[in-house]
Structures are given as structure tokens and as C-alpha cells.
């Protein structure tokens, strides 16, 4: 008798994972393709000055997610379930602000072209190709996880969620990464080698105004007085 309420356990089991694997794999494909549109279409210019400091608040949000992770890992190995709850809810929500973000900054802008030299575009690819793989990955697995937690699969929970921490941490740590190499190093290599070999007088006047009036207010400042 006991082998056939396994048995019918078993059933009704595979019956609600039916569905739940659609939904994952359906909203998966979905949230790629978008990405991938939203990657490949073509801006405006008056769009792309709209979101200058989405970059930002994306890095930060990923930074954000990485300390989630970490705290949440170091809760469940002490058995603080609780604790680990609250952390690992608040990546998931930091992540979701993320993915809205992105899909807003990308909705404006497109693609962003990485304007440093061959060298280090070679490094900016070695970190953006995994990065986004994984992040295409790491969304079925994010949602398996969560899904199992809130049905009280607590088995299917930790089993998924050896997986998916991994690669959500190499996720959130590339994307700060990306970000990084994209809107600092990179633009500022590409500034400094253009700027080779030019007279400083050339210099100031490519630069904007502003720019101008801070450096000649900083170098006053810094002058002694006679």
C-alpha cells in the first residue's frame, strides 16, 4: 500500500513538473530573445543620452547581488535559515531591479561598442562571452531554485541550489567586471592614446567647458601665492 501512495506521489509529482519546466523554459526563451532584440536593434542619438547613469546603478546592483550571495551562503552553512531567506530574497529582487534596468538602458541605447584598444577588447570578450552564457543559464536555474523553496521542496531546493549559486555569483561578478573594463578602462585608454603627441592647447579645446573650468580652477587652486 505504501509503494503504490509513493507510487501516486510520484505521479501527481511529475505532473506539477510538467508545467513548472514550460513555464521556466517559456519565460527563459522569451527574456533571451527580448535581450538579444533589444542588443541588436539600432538607437537614436537622442535616446542613448537619456540613461547614462543606468551603467551605474546596474554595477552597483550586481555588486549588490554578489554580497546577497555571499551572506546567504555563509547563513545556510551556519543553519541560520532565516537569515539566509532574507538574503537570498533580496538577491533575487536586486537582480530583478537589475534585469528591468538593463532591459530600460538597452531599450535606449542598444548595443554598446567597446572603444578600447585590441588588447584589452580581447580581455573585455574573454569576460563578456561567459558572462553572457551564463546569464542565460543562470535564469531557468534561478527560477528552479526559488520555485522549489516556495513549494517547501526543500530536497529539490538544495539540490538545484548547488548550481545555481555558483553561476549566479560568476554572473554578478563578470557584470561588474564588464562594466568596469566597458565604461572606465576601456573609454579612458581610448582618451589617453588619442590624446598622444597632441598640443595641450588642442587638448583643452576638444574638451567641453566644463571640463576646462575644473582643471584651470583646480590648477589655480594648487598654485602658491606669490
Known amino acids: 500500500m505504501s509503494k503504490q501512495t509513493a507510487g501516486n506521489n510520484g505521479v501527481r509529482a511529475g505532473g506539477r513538473e510538467t508545467p513548472l519546466a514550460i513555464i521556466v523554459a517559456a519565460l527563459t526563451i522569451s527574456l533571451v530573445a527580448a535581450i538579444a ?103 531557468p536555474f534561478v527560477l528552479l531554485t526559488l520555485t522549489r523553496a516556495l513549494q517547501g521542496n526543500f530536497v529539490a531546493h538544495r539540490r538545484v541550489a548547488r548550481r545555481t549559486l555558483p553561476i549566479w555569483l560568476v554572473v554578478s561578478v563578470t557584470g561588474v567586471l564588464v562594466y568596469w573594463l566597458l565604461y572606465h578602462v576601456g573609454s579612458a585608454t581610448q582618451d589617453k592614446a588619442a590624446n598622444v603627441g597632441r598640443p595641450p592647447l588642442e587638448i583643452a579645446r576638444s574638451l567641453p567647458i566644463e571640463a576646462v573650468v575644473r582643471k584651470f580652477g583646480a590648477a589655480n587652486e594648487c598654485r602658491p601665492e606669490p
Open 37 to 139: 532584440w533589444l542588443l541588436w536593434r539600432v538607437p537614436s542619438d537622442l535616446e542613448a543620452g537619456h540613461a547614462s547613469f543606468l551603467p551605474s546603478l546596474n554595477a552597483s546592483l550586481n555588486g549588490a547581488t554578489t554580497v546577497c550571495l555571499l551572506f546567504g551562503w555563509r547563513a545556510i552553512r551556519r543553519k541560520q535559515v532565516s537569515r539566509h531567506r532574507a538574503w537570498m530574497v533580496t538577491a533575487v529582487v536586486l537582480s530583478a531591479a537589475f534585469l528591468v534596468s538593463y532591459v530600460v538602458h538597452h531599450y535606449q541605447v542598444g548595443s554598446v561598442r567597446f572603444t578600447g584598444p585590441d588588447w584589452l577588447r580581447l580581455l573585455y570578450l574573454v569576460i563578456l562571452v561567459p558572462h553572457i552564457v551564463l546569464s542565460a543559464v543562470m535564469v
